[in-house]
């Protein structure tokens, strides 16, 4: 397999040349397990870690590699390899990391198209499915919504299952499969392109991993039941992978996302919901919020019934999670350059004694 085959380009190729990379080994990563990464390169797959200065110089997670990273790195044979310099990313899937506050936590980078995975048969929930399409935008990524266990319900189910996603999300591609009859797997195919990458994004027990495991036509992921108490998925996936399917597309697998805390622009959030943003264009201020305003044409166009109350409700809630989040991560940036400062006086003191 030659890089091109992973995706390398021209671009990647000039970025080498001017940062004087030519003596070193380039490779994408294929895998992430906690501090070590699989990298393929044009000899094979190889076992890397973070050199030393990357990692004291990363600023926070998303400064070291993640899966879809093209990366410059030194390979010394059986041993391993020593990855030292991240390329740049065109595009990154991104959420807000659980735990600490303002903090990002990268998914995948260099993402051609999101796979936005639902099953019909269980929670299936648009409000997730609108969360998915606002990080998918944030990131440039194009969406493609994937509806699974369609065998598992009255054809009538799936049909109005579909026409309420194609309601609150618009017009963008949607395809209804079952893994275990393969329906739909035709139409799927059809949508994947040689080269391009593929991120699913999805709950646990949806049946990424039984999916990825059909096209790559080989049992590669563990697949798991959902529960009968809690109709829940469990963690079968626990780390990304890329898989480079036979038709040349590559598939990335995430661990089930049970909370997906938005960490994007507002911009992503605003080309979530098409219909909100065209209606907003209409009201009497610029700077409306959509909430008490007077001439709000985003709340009678929700009076009238032209945009779901449900659909309206969540996106408030996600605008306002997004600015809490803009405004923890601005005192987060404050703080650590208050902290760099104080680190750099205490430097300057201790050379001038």
Not at 181 to 194: A, I, N, P, S, V
Request: hydrophobic content about 35%; aromatic content about 6%.
């Amino acid at each position: 397999m030659t890089l091109f085959d992973l995706g390398y380009h021209e671009k990647l190729d000039r970025f080498r040349r001017e940062q004087g990379l030519e003596g070193s080994d380039v490779g994408r990563v294929i895998s992430v397990h906690r501090d070590w990464y699989l990298v393929g390169t044009t000899e094979g797959e190889v076992t890397a870690q973070v050199a030393g200065n990357l990692r004291f110089s990363a600023q926070g997670p998303e400064d070291f590699p993640v899966v879809r990273d093209w990366v410059a790195l030194k390979v010394y044979g059986e041993d391993g390899g020593i990855i030292h310099r991240v390329f740049p990313r065109f595009s990154v899937i991104s959420r807000k990391a659980a735990g600490a506050a303002g903090s990002i936590q990268v998914i995948a980078a260099n993402v051609d198209y999101g796979l936005l995975i639902q099953s019909v048969d269980r929670d299936f929930n648009p409000n997730r499915l609108e969360r998915y399409l606002a990080i998918c935008r944030a990131a440039g990524v194009e969406p493609i919504v994937v509806l699974t266990k369609v065998d598992t319900v009255p054809v009538a189910r799936v049909e109005e299952t579909t026409d309420r996603i194609r309601r609150r999300l618009g017009e963008i591609p949607l395809v209804a499969i079952s893994n275990t009859t393969r329906r739909g797997y035709g139409d799927l195919m059809r949508l994947l392109k040689r080269t391009k990458t593929y991120c699913m994004l999805g709950s646990s027990g949806v049946g990424k991993s039984t999916l990825v495991n059909n096209l790559a036509c080989r049992a590669r992921m563990k697949t798991g039941a959902v529960s009968e108490h809690t109709k829940k998925g469990t963690h079968v996936t626990t780390h990304r992978e890329l898989i480079v399917l036979d038709c040349g597309a590559m598939i990335i697998d995430n661990p089930g996302m049970r909370e997906v805390g938005i960490a994007c622009a507002a911009e992503g959030v605003d080309e979530a919901f098409g219909a909100i943003t065209a209606y907003a264009r209409g009201c009497r201020f610029r700077d409306c919020t959509h909430v008490k305003e007077i001439g709000c044409a985003v709340r009678e166009a929700v009076e009238r019934g032209e945009i779901e109350r449900a659909a309206y409700e969540n996106y408030l809630r996600m605008r306002k999670e997004q600015e809490h989040f803009g405004a923890t991560l601005q005192e987060r940036r404050r703080k650590d350059r208050a902290f760099g400062r104080m680190v750099r006086q205490y430097k300057k003191m201790k050379r001038m004694r």
